[in-house]
């Protein structure tokens, strides 16, 4: 993999579409060679996290109940996971609403559909961008 | 990547692609709906919203599963609809009027469907690319459930003949030298599932030595070793015991049993996933440990520390097993073991209490008030994961009593009828062909009269045997009634199925029975319907079932394909 080692291990993963979640966990675990964790609201993403203790979450925008930026501001409120850095998952990528979720905090914007085969690298290629 | 990996990377990304693909069919059914309603200026506030939120994941996802074009196309509805929904958001709720949208919005959602279908056609226009990317979907070679057989012998004479039989019943087989054993090793080391190493009592420490010197060690329970042997003296059975053989047959061989023992075998130990266990611990530390030698062993396991968040965890895990600690801090353990069997859905859920308590009385009080057993803590890792994959183990047997046969392991009556229901529902929604098939044993009862019962009951899991190695790992098999069973054949035409069901009857025509010195033959009849012909599930049932009974009325042992004018003729 063409990539340098660093800290970036384990991604934990929040998207409510049972099948993007089966997808994505082949694109990170499979392509990307990530251990992973999938959620499937950002209620278990709470729950998850502490236990699982992330490198990274992957936070889908628009999710019913809770959405990903209010999955982010609840995260922040654990202390596992108040510093663990955040990539958001959108289908909708507008300049406002990008601009928007970085200053909510997040490290980058991911815009769906993704490739199944280049995501890990571009997470990695924003992560290694903030390291 | 290997290629190896990299193949059964692409063979996955085809089928959730697929998966994908008749979701977005139906997707585009309900959006055509919407459509109308449109055109009709009928498209009610909700129904605005709700097409809206559809065409926003259909943008955010197609790309992602091989269809660019269609996510392209439903963003730009989704953007057309966008400032509609938004002004409809400012409005007083409760306002229950229609919307009003162009026509030309209508007519773009109908486009979609031919963007669908457009991936309906590409994932079938390459028919040499999906059959090697799915090859447990094929009828030729080996199929998911064929169990594996590989005779190994210094002297392969008398196993070759034993292994033809044996390929009889279904099983893939093979015959290795010991004086070429490398080929063996390397396919051995691929495989997955189980496979069964059968040798003469004679070759059994050299096969016991090859298994030991070239399968790593947790690996020995998916190779099991059967001895073939002349003698049946308590002498010889302790000796193959004592030497590691896991089962031992002495001539003259009851096939049948052979056969039976096998499959049971490669069942057992196949490579399932091992077992899904929630630990609910608020030492966490622990309870990580916990986790981690359970994930080394190969089960799946989630730690819930705060006992507030156990029944959500529940619901969103579906654990095998519960394992509890007995003594939380501010929470007991029985208390907590109580509250999960208020939920009707995990009334039959396992839950073990890990515990320092060893008194057997306080143990007992806990046990009448809702687990099921103990663990008393401190245990060792090994411990731990050998008790645990038991419990889980024998969770999953319990599960397969509720569901399945318990002569033959396959579905009961009211499950295979279901089955045959889903089926018709997934032709509607696809379009792909599919058959269901009635099975009967000819003249059973005869069997039963002749040679007994337990003879009748050899004969009907033989078969059984025969179907599941024989059919795609796709397919269902449940046992409908005393000799009958039904069969649904996924994406299958009839002509196909007629001929694959034949090829089965002719198999098991030849299998020999054996009695005491005497051996029989049994014949089989079997009908089959095309699912898609009929309304209803139960309908196509009894279609097979008539097309079975007018086998039945032209000389039994085959198949006839239902039409209706023939059974008419019969009648």
Same mark, same amino acid.
């Given at each position: 993999? $063409? ?46 996290? $502490?236990?699982?203790? $992330? ?77 | ?61 197609? =790309? ?46 109908? +486009? ?22 799915? &090859? ?72 016991? #030595? ?33 030497? =590691? ?6 001539? &003259? ?31 966490? +530390? ?57 939920? &009707? ?24 008030? #809702? ?37 033959? =392991? ?67 098999? =449940? ?47 079997? #009908? ?6 009929? $309304? ?36």
């Amino acid at each position: 993999m $063409p990539y340098k080692e660093n800290d970036l291990n384990k991604v934990l993963y929040v998207e409510d579409d049972a099948d993007i979640r089966a997808i994505a966990e082949l694109a990170l675990q499979d392509v990307g060679g990530f251990s992973i964790a999938l959620c499937s609201s950002g209620a278990e993403a709470i729950e998850v996290a $502490p236990d699982f203790q $992330p490198d990274l979450i992957l936070l889908d925008v628009m999710m019913p109940e809770m959405d990903g930026p209010q999955t982010l501001q609840e995260l922040r409120k654990i202390e596992a996971t108040q510093d663990t850095p955040v990539i958001f998952m959108t289908a909708r990528i507008q300049r406002t609403e990008i601009d928007e979720y970085l200053s909510l905090g997040a490290l980058g914007v991911i815009p769906k559909p993704f490739d199944p085969m280049t995501l890990a690298d571009e997470i990695r290629r924003i992560h290694q961008a903030h390291a | 990547m290997t290629t190896a990996a990299n193949d059964q990377l692409q063979k996955r990304l085809k089928l959730l692609q697929d998966r994908f693909v008749e979701r977005a069919q139906g997707d585009v059914e309900t959006l055509g709906h919407f459509a109308r309603q449109i055109e009709q200026q009928q498209l009610s506030r909700t129904d605005l919203v709700e097409c809206y939120q559809l065409l926003h994941r259909m943008a955010g996802s197609a =790309g992602t599963f091989g269809l660019p074009e269609l996510g392209s196309a439903a963003r730009s509805i989704e953007n057309q609809l966008k400032p509609v929904v938004e002004a409809k958001a400012r409005k007083i709720s409760g306002h229950e009027g229609s919307v009003a949208l162009p026509a030309d919005v209508a007519m773009q959602i109908h +486009e979609l469907t031919a963007l669908v279908q457009k991936g309906v056609s590409q994932s079938k226009a390459k028919p040499v690319d999906a059959k090697s990317q799915q &090859p447990d979907d094929t009828y030729e070679g080996s199929h998911g459930m064929q169990v594996q057989v590989m005779a190994l012998a210094h002297d392969t004479g008398y196993l070759s003949g034993l292994m033809a039989d044996l390929q009889g019943y279904g099983f893939a087989t093979e015959v290795v030298s010991f004086s070429e054993p490398q080929a063996a090793i390397d396919e051995l080391k691929q495989r997955s599932g189980a496979t069964i190493l059968l040798c003469r009592d004679f070759d059994l420490s050299d096969v016991l #030595g090859f298994r030991t010197a070239h399968l790593e060690k947790n690996e020995h329970r998916r190779f099991p070793v059967v001895g073939i042997g002349r003698q049946n003296t308590f002498e010889s059975l302790y000796r193959v015991a004592e030497q =590691g053989a896991t089962a031992y047959f002495s001539e &003259p061989l009851d096939l049948p049993a052979v056969a039976e023992r096998i499959e049971s075998l490669a069942l057992e130990r196949g490579a399932r996933p091992q077992g899904r266990v929630l630990i609910v611990d608020d030492d966490k +530390e622990l309870g990580e440990r916990y986790c981690l030698v359970l994930n080394n062993a190969g089960m799946k396991t989630r730690l819930v520390s705060d006992p507030t968040k156990m029944m959500s965890a529940l619901s969103a895990f579906e654990p095998d097993i519960v394992l509890m600690d007995v003594q939380l801090r501010a929470h007991s353990g029985v208390t907590l073991a109580r509250m999960i069997r208020y939920e &009707p859905r995990w009334l039959g859920l396992p839950i073990v209490y890990l515990s320092s308590e060893d008194n057997p009385e306080t143990q007992l009080d806990a046990l009448a008030k #809702g687990a099921d057993e103990f663990l008393v803590k401190p245990v060792t890792d090994e411990y731990l994961v050998r008790s645990v994959r038991i419990r889980c183990y024998r969770a999953r047997q319990l599960s397969d009593l509720m569901n399945r046969d318990s002569l033959t =392991g396959l579905l009961k009556h009211s499950l295979i009828k279901q089955e045959v229901e889903r089926e018709l529902s997934r032709c509607r929604r696809t379009g792909h062909l599919s058959c269901v098939v009635m099975l009967d044993l000819d003249h059973f009862k005869r069997v039963n009269d002749t040679w007994g019962h337990g003879q009748g009951d050899v004969v009907i899991r033989t078969l059984a045997h025969l179907l599941r190695n024989r059919l795609r790992e796709s397919d269902t098999i =449940g046992r409908y009634g005393g000799e009958e069973f039904l069969v649904v054949l996924p994406h299958c035409d009839p002509t196909e199925a007629a001929e694959l069901i034949d090829d089965i009857g002719k198999r098991f025509s030849e299998l020999l029975f054996t009695s005491g010195d005497d051996s029989f033959q049994v014949t089989m009849s079997a #009908g089959i319907a095309a699912i898609n012909d009929f $309304p209803l599930a139960s309908e196509a049932i009894e279609a097979a079932d008539q097309a079975l009974y007018a086998r039945k009325q032209a000389g039994r042992n085959g198949v006839t394909l239902y039409e209706r004018q023939d059974v008419n003729q019969d009648d």
